[in-house]
């Protein structure tokens, strides 16, 4: 299947700081959503972006020809308001390109200051008519996680047939998740969290109860149910890697990736899988060898095992067998970066902890150098040529980007077994 350009899907990546956000940078996304101080749905989970870093994300993003995505799509109270109405003049001022909002508020400033808004999921858009009420206010719809590939064909058709347009005059566009953590709760508008700790999922403060081991027991005879799966409510990572040329059908004009609490080597590696698949079937080279090696290196960082959610008309979760990462690979810390010399392309290190050799992998992470996977091919060991470093060592590495004294340097290795984080 060769798809025109035209409709080409846009990959849109999660950005939980200025890593991952060059991370997404480095490997193909179109387009970056991410969270200002605490109001939105990764408040707790990510570290999360300032007001005085919206600038320099405007400016490395329209470098690249890169779309921002300001996510403001928690629950709204009175006394959030002043908040809000700074958060968005301030995006406008740095020139982000939309908002995404749940919160009619929200979406009511947005609109009076001018800017783009997308509906965000949480709103729960199942159908065409809920779809035509949100057209009066934006360009974009962020459909429910629970619709099948059917029924968001349905809805992107009657948009081309009764030609629905936002607020900027042309087609309402849909988006929807295409890979990342899924929710036990309806579109992520979970409560459990609030119930049990207070802690409002909905206020972007999840305390992931769904994550945890529990014991089903009948109050009445005491008896304790047996379950095969103790992760009841904890459901795998959605996966549409190998089902993409469908969703590509579907008529989707944005696919988004869910991680903005992952690391930047998850974000790195998503991207750019999602990037090939893209590029694959808009080229008509989209099959099944190249699936089955993208989903090796998916397998690679954190996830919690993989299905396709909804999609494919499930009507039940599939649920992890484990807590924590299910990845093939983890990073280990080793050293950080010292200097760089420009005309030489070599980066300097020094090495804190472990052994490296040559023929090992390493990640190098930082602000500004994004997530950096590569072979060791040569090393100078404290000014010798060496295969071997050891702790306390000063090494140097021929490399094709810059490092920062900032950066930190990794060591990838296997992961036999299933571990709570990476």
């Known amino acids: 299947m060769v798809v025109n350009s035209e409709n080409k899907i846009e990959l849109m990546a999660p950005a939980g700081?200025?890593?991952?956000?060059?991370?997404?940078?480095?490997?193909?996304?179109?387009?970056?959503?991410?969270?200002?101080?605490?109001?939105?749905?990764?408040?707790?989970?990510?570290?999360?972006?300032?007001?005085?870093?919206?600038?320099?994300?405007?400016?490395?993003?329209?470098?690249?020809?890169?779309?921002?995505?300001?996510?403001?799509?928690?629950?709204?109270?009175?006394?959030?308001?002043?908040?809000?109405?700074?958060?968005?003049?301030?995006?406008?001022?740095?020139?982000?390109?939309a908002v995404i909002a749940m919160d009619?508020?929200?979406?009511?400033?947005?609109?009076?200051?001018?800017?783009?808004?997308?509906i965000s999921t949480q709103i729960n858009v199942t159908n065409i008519e809920t779809l035509k009420f949100y057209a009066l206010f934006a360009d974009t719809v962020v459909l429910s996680r629970e619709l099948s590939l059917r029924q968001v064909k349905k809805i992107t058709e009657q948009i081309e047939k009764e030609q629905i347009k936002g607020p900027s005059g042309r087609l309402v566009e849909i988006?929807?998740?295409?890979?990342?953590?899924?929710?036990?709760?309806?579109?992520?508008?979970?409560?459990?969290?609030?119930?049990?700790?207070?802690?409002?999922?909905?206020?972007?403060?999840?305390?992931?109860?769904?994550?945890k081991k529990y014991t089903v027991i009948d109050q009445e005879s005491g008896f304790e149910m047996e379950i095969d799966n103790e992760y009841i409510m904890s459901p795998k990572d959605l996966c549409t890697?190998?089902?993409?040329?469908?969703?590509?059908?579907?008529?989707?004009?944005?696919?988004?990736?869910?991680?903005?609490?992952?690391?930047?080597?998850?974000?790195?590696?998503?991207?750019?899988?999602?990037?090939?698949?893209?590029?694959?079937?808009?080229?008509?080279?989209?099959?099944?060898?190249?699936?089955?090696?993208?989903?090796?290196?998916?397998?690679?960082?954190?996830?919690?095992?993989?299905?396709?959610?909804?999609?494919?008309?499930?009507?039940?979760?599939?649920?992890?067998?484990?807590?924590?990462?299910?990845?093939?690979?983890?990073?280990?810390?080793?050293?950080?970066g010292v200097h760089y010399f420009p005309k030489a392309s070599i980066g300097e290190f020094k090495l804190e902890a472990f052994d490296l050799k040559v023929g090992d992998t390493i990640l190098i992470t930082g602000p500004t150098t994004g997530a950096q996977e590569l072979q060791v091919k040569e090393m100078f060991v404290n000014d010798e040529k060496g295969d071997v470093a050891s702790r306390g060592d000063s090494i140097t590495l021929p490399l094709e980007f810059r490092i920062r004294p900032s950066d930190k340097l990794y060591k990838i290795v296997a992961e036999e077994k299933p571990v709570e984080s990476i």
């Open 175 to 211: 988006e929807i998740f295409g890979h990342g953590a899924l929710c036990m709760a309806v579109s992520g508008k979970c409560y459990l969290s609030l119930h049990s700790h207070n802690s409002s999922a909905n206020r972007g403060a999840c305390k992931q109860n769904c994550r």
């Open 241 to 336: 890697i190998d089902i993409l040329d469908q969703v590509s059908d579907a008529g989707i004009k944005v696919l988004k990736i869910e991680g903005r609490g992952r690391a930047p080597e998850y974000v790195a590696k998503v991207i750019r899988c999602y990037r090939d698949a893209i590029d694959s079937i808009t080229a008509g080279t989209y099959d099944k060898d190249k699936v089955i090696e993208w989903m090796k290196d998916l397998e690679k960082v954190y996830n919690r095992g993989f299905w396709n959610g909804y999609y494919l008309g499930q009507k039940l979760g599939e649920w992890s067998k484990g807590s924590g990462s299910h990845a093939t690979q983890k990073k280990v810390y080793i050293g950080k």
């Open 17 to 97: 700081n200025f890593e991952s956000l060059q991370a997404a940078l480095d490997n193909g996304a179109d387009s970056v959503y991410f969270g200002v101080e605490q109001l939105n749905m990764r408040a707790r989970a990510s570290i999360n972006f300032t007001l005085d870093d919206l600038q320099e994300i405007s400016d490395r993003c329209r470098a690249k020809n890169v779309r921002t995505y300001l996510t403001l799509n928690t629950i709204i109270y009175d006394h959030d308001l002043s908040i809000v109405k700074t958060l968005i003049r301030q995006a406008k001022e740095a020139k982000i390109t």
């Open 104 to 118: 009619q508020a929200v979406i009511a400033i947005a609109r009076q200051e001018g800017m783009e808004v997308h």
